[in-house]
């Protein structure tokens, strides 16, 4: 009984060690390389936060500066008896005592519905024409400031009046005002000839007060030339330690001083003044490569950031550096940084999960194989992937890329027309041949637009990046390039096609992105105004299909002193309390794909509404079936192709199909063009 006693006691014994890992935490190897702490010092401004509840009453801010002698800023309200705005100015010293908190003399207005002009505007001219009665508006907007405190604004007048014909005319002009340090209008002059009104400070040119570029973005502000081209980082939220759900005003002094009205982690609108700060940090960093960087991201950094005393993670945000702050380009001139010598400690993609950047990753050592830790990392004991995300992403003898959720892409049609056809390519331009002027295949399709869509969907039939091999010259490809030649040449012309050519137009396709079961459904039938089908996108003589595409994936460079860390921020994603709480993206473990098709199941929608309008004629818009959520489910779950994004490969084939359809190559040479430098592209 002893003997037996004891064995029992070692086979106890070892099963404990087996679960446990024999005791031993699980870690990733560790090398020498640390990022230089310039890294976390890059863009970095000491905030001084205004205490603006000194001045009572329900204001916003619309602009405000910091100067030597303290702080002046435009406080709002909105005057409903006027409907127009009502602005203050209001300055502070700096110890928070209020100097001034006069009204802004506005020199246009509008009294008992007709303008009045106060003696600094001169003779505008405005109504010299109009004999009649007319209806007007007048809005002031883009505060700015100077560091004396001197401030403008651009006055937008609106007029409509009606001809002795009859008919009617409107007239709208901008002004240039600017008040002096106490509110006092000083003078109103005709902006520029080429000034257009900026919808969005997003979408606005910057300036400081010497007269150099800057552009707002959601990681916080660049450098740029006159050509919006980036040219250097300024300010970093992340380096910053602040979150912000965006600005809405800033005021640029120069390279070491900014003021700026932003959206706090509480959705509070607040009054900063931003010093430069330049003392080195003495924290280490873990940089991230990302292609872009949202607010989910920013905030997932700043809590690291403040939990851990042993180092910081950075973000590069490489969207900053294209021209529109596209991801895909962001992610392309990324990729040249690190094949050419650049070793962040995180990679992100925010675009997808490239495959053929990531075999070339791996064919000269970087990535860290992530396999075993994932296995056995017990903070996922709890995390098991559904199969799809196996498939997909976690097989094979190694993982290299971190996926947490991902998208099922495809293509939706008007079942009444489109429920019984094989959908396959010649399916596919049988109908294209036979769509008449009130017929549209994709909604606002244009050359460019569908040849995205085609590489998209169909990109991994044309390149085989193992072998290195393209094959653009296909039948199939060059079918689809005679199609796009079909089409209108840009979003401008197939704007005037759709809603001013043809009427009424019926779409007969759509794009479909699903991220809940829900919102798949009723953007569906709102796009075809009728029950639909999943086509998916026409390949060769098989049956369409859609794509799946990682939302995006993280990878961890190998030989860096702090790849742990890197991993201690990176599983967050596959925990049970992340996955279970997704609501974008389809979750890859199967509790929160369980979750995800519970509750996305419902009445998730873009749009919260239980009916909709097209054409002015109402519609109802259904809740998703049993049914109908169990065969989006199955076709999700059936999807085995993954989709193509490689932004150097699309604009190869936009370069030569664009050579085709200006007559200057044919089809068959823009085929072949493209197979050639698209190869060249994979060798290099």
Known sequence: MKTKSILLSILSLSILLVLSGCGKKVELPVGNDISDASYLSDGRFHEVLIDTSVIPGDFYKSAGVCNDSGYSYILSSYDYSSAANVDYLVSLDKN???????????PITVNNGSLSFSSVCGDLGLLDHISNDYDCFVNYSEYSFDVSGAFSS????YITYALENGMGDTISEYYRVNWDNTGKCISVSPVEDDYSASYSLYDSEIKDLNNNFYRLTTSGIIHTDDNNQYLSGYFSFINSGIFSYGFDHVQIINSDSFSGIYRNAENKTVLSCFIRDVSVSDQKAIVIASSDLDFDLMSDVLAFNSENDKVDITVIDYSDKSLEKDPLEGWSLLKEDVLGGFKPDIILNTTGNDEIFTSKLVSLGLPVDLKNIVSKDSDLSDSKFTDKASSLFYSGDSIYSIVPSYTYRTVVGDSGRLSDVKWDINTFMDYADSTDANSMFFMLDHKDAFLKRVVEFNGFSYVDAKSGSASFDSDEFITFLKYASRLPEDISEANNMYYWGIEPCDVLLKDQICNGIGNMHYEAIVSLRNNYVDLGFPIGTELGSGVISADNSFMIISGRAYTNECWSFIKKYLTPEY?????????????GFDQWTTVRFGDYRYFSADSYYRDGVEYIAEMVT?????????NINDCRRMEFMDYRIEQIVLEYAHQYFDGKLSVEEAAAAIDRDVEAYLAS
């Open 154 to 157: 651009v006055c937008n007048v």
């Open 579 to 591: 996955q279970n709480q997704l609501t974008l993206g389809i979750p890859v473990t199967q509790s």
């Open 626 to 634: 049993d049914e109908e959520a169990d065969m989006i489910v199955k």
């Open 96 to 106: 928070g005592n209020v100097g001034i908190f006069n009204n802004v003399d506005k």
